[in-house]
Nanobody, 119 residues
Framework: QVQLVESGGGLVQFGGSLRLSCTAS????????MGWYRQAPGKQRELVAH???????GYAESVKGRFTISRDDAKNTVYLHMNSLKPEDTAVYYC???????WGLGDYWGQGTQVIVSS
């Protein structure tokens, strides 16, 4: 059974920091690209950051320079380090595991973790 379990969300003040974690089980984690998405109330889910199986990263313009995605394949875990948080970062953050296209498999989602940034 595949599980992605996020943790680390919470309430933080403007300018503060949080680290989100997502631990996967039931998949060959090393082969998966991993991503963090977020969804604010009334808005569509958006990609925040992603990291390939080889460690290449990409970020949404709105978080560049503030957020850092990393992975520890030995722990089957992907992290999102969030600094200089703003109220507009308030959202539910979701972890996504995306397999190579050649595997012909679907992707997986975690249950989400709430981040609230107070002004």
């Amino acid at each position: 059974q595949v599980q992605l379990v996020e943790s680390g969300g919470g309430l933080v003040q403007f300018g503060g920091s949080l680290r989100l974690s997502c631990t996967a089980s039931g998949i060959p984690f090393r082969g998966y690209a991993m991503g963090w998405y977020r969804q604010a109330p009334g808005k569509q889910r958006e990609l925040v950051a992603h990291i390939t199986s080889g460690g290449s990263t990409g970020y949404a313009e709105s978080v560049k320079g503030r957020f850092t995605i990393s992975r520890d394949d030995a722990k089957n875990t992907v992290y999102l380090h969030m600094n200089s948080l703003k109220p507009e970062d308030t959202a539910v953050y979701y972890c996504n595991a995306n397999p190579p296209r050649t595997w012909g498999l679907g992707d997986y989602w975690g249950q989400g973790t709430q981040v609230i940034v107070s002004s």
